[in-house]
């Protein structure tokens, strides 16, 4: 029960990071240019924008708990039940970012449940 429950937090931090981090980036505005002084002018506002730190600190939070689980379980069960990961953020992306999902990504969507749940059948966790 435990593995489930470091699953349960790798994926919901690993996808809150993932929308913390597009958000800020929305914020923060698009590269448009790889000049050495535009990308410095870029990073100085992503370092100081809230969500992108909100994210940074979400990220290490799944990596952290990512290799706490990869301590105990096998990497056979845990790299496909952490994809639901893709799941969670195609989610947060409709609600949080107010993306447009099309048809196919939410098919795609459905074929990874479906694959996390065929592996994990027979986990022994």
């Known amino acids: 029960m435990k593995t489930w429950l470091v699953v349960f937090l790798v994926v919901l931090s690993d996808s809150a990071g993932n929308v913390f981090v597009t958000k800020g980036m929305k914020e923060v505005g698009e590269v448009t240019s790889y ?12 370092l100081t924008n809230v969500m992108m730190a909100m994210g940074v600190l979400c990220m290490a939070v799944a990596f952290f708990s990512f ?58 966790d």
Request: proline share 3%.
């Open 67 to 124: 290799i706490a689980l990869l301590s105990w379980a096998d990497l056979s069960f845990v790299l496909p039940a952490t994809a639901l990961g893709y799941v969670v953020s195609v989610v947060g992306a409709h609600y949080v970012l107010k993306e447009n999902i099309s048809a196919a990504r939410w098919i795609g969507t459905i074929i990874i449940c479906l694959g996390v749940a065929l592996i994990s059948l027979n986990s022994g």
């Open 35 to 46: 000049r050495p002084m535009a990308l410095l002018r870029v990073a100085r506002q992503a």
